[in-house]
């Protein structure tokens, strides 16, 4: 984990903050799909800098059922955090959000996605994290995902959301593979790593104030008073 924490360690602390909060514009509700049938479970894949604080924001949406951190982009072969981590292997620190669309939309988790959980107009970096494995990406897994995450980021650029031109890309999922143990549930596990305090909190603090109607307290996949000992607190 050295590179993570030496990144972040040469930024003034006004400067971690800012970054933390770039996203946290208004951003435009997202029109409607063709009607189609819901199934009863579904699965998202995005990709938003380091996996420990999209895992941990969209834990706190309501309607997700789990959140997985891992890796998308590249082949089986490379899906280690050592190999990912040198930017050669074509993944993306990611996570897979599992669903329940008559609970949560698709539509509200790229509200989420671009709202809250990271910057969309940072090129193959994050924050204090630089390197592809840290790009901007959505892994659609079927048609209506595609045409959705396309929509809603042709409105972003039409209302100017962003000061900057959007860089996510919008891609096929081919495999999504775990994380290793180590970063499942980091921030629930890990709340006072300076890391996670400077730029992954404050993702969770947003959450709860701009989009109230999505936020939950207790984490997916955690029960409340197990997040409590932990030393949670929503």
Not at 10 to 38: E, K, M, T
Not at 120 to 146: M, V
Not at 215 to 230: E, F, K
Request: glycine share 6%.
């Amino acid at each position: 984990m050295e590179n993570r924490f030496s990144a972040w360690l040469s930024l003034p602390l006004a400067a971690a903050l800012a970054i933390a909060g770039a996203a946290l514009r208004a951003l435009p509700a997202l029109a409607a799909d063709a009607s189609h049938p819901s199934p009863a479970e579904a699965r998202a894949v995005f990709a938003g800098g380091c996996f420990w604080g999209v895992d941990a924001v969209f834990k706190h949406v309501k309607g997700v059922d789990s959140v997985v951190s891992g890796y998308a982009g590249g082949d089986a072969s490379g899906a280690e955090y050592e190999k990912v981590s040198t930017g050669t292997t074509g993944h993306a620190e990611s996570v897979e959000v599992t669903y329940d669309p008559a609970k949560v939309s698709y539509r509200d988790l790229l509200k989420v996605f671009f709202m809250v959980a990271h910057d969309p107009t940072e090129l193959d970096r994050q924050g204090p994290d630089e390197g592809n494995q840290y790009r901007s990406a959505i892994f659609y897994s079927d048609a209506q995902q595609k045409q959705a995450a396309e929509n809603y980021i042709a409105q972003l650029d039409r209302s100017k959301a962003f000061s900057g031109p959007i860089v996510t890309q919008v891609v096929p999922l081919k495999s999504f593979y775990p994380a290793e143990a180590y970063h499942q549930n980091y921030l629930e596990r890990h709340p006072d790593n300076p890391y996670i305090v400077y730029n992954d909190l404050p993702k969770l603090a947003n959450l709860r104030e701009k989009l109230p109607e999505l936020y939950r307290p207790s984490p997916a996949g955690l029960p409340a008073a197990q997040a409590a000992s932990d030393g949670r607190s929503d």
